[in-house]
């Protein structure tokens, strides 16, 4: 037998099976259609009224009222969850870097590198011997004025001292008030104490060491908590507050999740980036945060309320997702636009009317317009 023979008899014993399996196999019929058969359906004597019929007959439970007997329930209320991530480094509570205040050489450093310090620890000491025999000076020129001012006060009875040498007495003994407080405190900058508490870096300098006020002794960190500085685009304005809680995680990973809350939002968006500059503060109570690192944030923002409706509820066909509906004691099919799904919900976007009831069980053996039964109906 030819080939284009073979090919002929295989169409129409084909069309034969389909036209058989549209009159007789429940849901054919309505599976041809919406592949756009319906007009040859049409032509051969299988018109819709007739395919419906077949398939309630075949295969559908029903209930009282002759309806396919289904459960379904009023769609829910939720709100789609809105989360926002950026990345950004992480920096002290407060950071100090110490200069000392004078040059000099390094007389003794009383610290280590990596030490916690207190407020006012002395950290180390510059040679200080200029600065000692200055104060000895100064507290010499303190008392040689004082015993002057003595002297003419003394004159002053007898009326031997005019005002003028009294007033002149008196300027001299504040001068050399004034020059031992100088003394005094250049003596103090030979001293580099610790400005506040933290966990010292590493020390650059050791005894012996040639310094100027530009030489970096080390930096102080108050890592009890990290700030981390991360941008979110100018849409959130109005989103973020201040509080809100945060998600942390070091991108390098290994150290878990750390929890925080928004300390500060910047006044303005910047122009060029038109971004918001926005810093988190994180615990650090078990010292596992360190300054520098980089952290992936999240934030979990209110989402916009939307209809949820069972997972089960749920069905696709070739134009996209719908739910079959009760509406007036039949079945409608719904369009429905999927916004995100969980595990007990799926939150979507569809036109539902008041007194809707969304088919949970038994959307197979529902069609468009054929009535439905409840379940406890009855």
């Known amino acids: 037998m030819a080939f284009w023979k073979q090919l002929f008899l295989s169409l129409v014993l084909l069309c034969g099976a389909l036209w058989a399996a549209a009159l007789w196999v429940p849901g054919t019929a309505g599976l041809l259609r919406s592949w756009g058969l319906g007009p040859v359906m049409d032509q051969v004597g299988i018109p819709a009224e007739a395919a419906e019929p077949a398939a309630q007959d075949a295969g559908r439970p029903r209930g009282a009222g002759g309806g396919a007997m ?99 007495a008196e300027l001299a003994v504040r001068q050399a008030e004034l020059g031992l407080r100088q003394a ?110 980089a952290f992936s944030i999240r934030i979990a923002l209110p989402g916009i309320p939307a209809a949820s409706v069972d997972p089960l509820a749920v069905q696709w066909s070739r134009e996209g997702a719908f739910v079959w509906v009760v509406r007036g004691g039949v079945a409608t099919r719904l369009p429905i636009a999927i916004l995100q799904r969980a595990d007990q919900a799926v939150m979507v976007e569809a036109d539902f009317q008041p007194g809707d009831l969304v088919i949970v069980e038994g959307v197979q053996s529902v069609r468009p317009g054929a009535p439905v039964t409840l379940q406890g109906e009855g």
């Open 184 to 293: 005094e405190f250049d003596l103090t900058q030979r001293t580099l104490l610790a400005p506040i508490d933290g966990w010292l870096g590493i020390l650059n300098v050791e005894p012996g060491t040639q310094v100027g006020t530009q030489t970096e002794i080390a930096q102080i960190d108050d890592r009890s908590a990290l700030l981390v500085e991360f941008r979110l685009p100018e849409s959130m304005v109005g989103r973020v507050g201040m509080g809100d809680s945060v998600e942390a995680e070091i991108l390098a990973g290994g150290q878990g999740r750390v929890t925080g809350h928004v300390s500060a939002i910047d006044n303005r968006v910047d122009a060029a980036s038109r971004t918001l500059r926005v810093q988190a503060r994180l615990e650090n109570t078990e010292d596992r945060l360190r300054a520098g690192m």
């Open 70 to 168: 289904v459960r379904a329930e009023p769609p829910g209320e939720g709100r789609v969850a809105d989360t926002i991530a950026a990345i950004g480094d992480g920096r002290a509570l407060r950071s100090v870097t110490l200069y000392p205040q004078t040059p000099g050489h390094v007389a003794e450093v009383l610290v280590q590198s990596g030490q916690r310090v207190e407020a006012g620890a002395v950290i180390l000491r510059l040679d200080s011997e200029a600065e000692e025999i200055g104060l000895e000076r100064a507290r010499l020129v303190l008392d040689d004025a004082r015993t002057r001012r003595d002297r003419v006060q003394q004159l002053r009875g007898s009326g031997a001292a005019t005002d003028v040498q009294i007033r002149e």
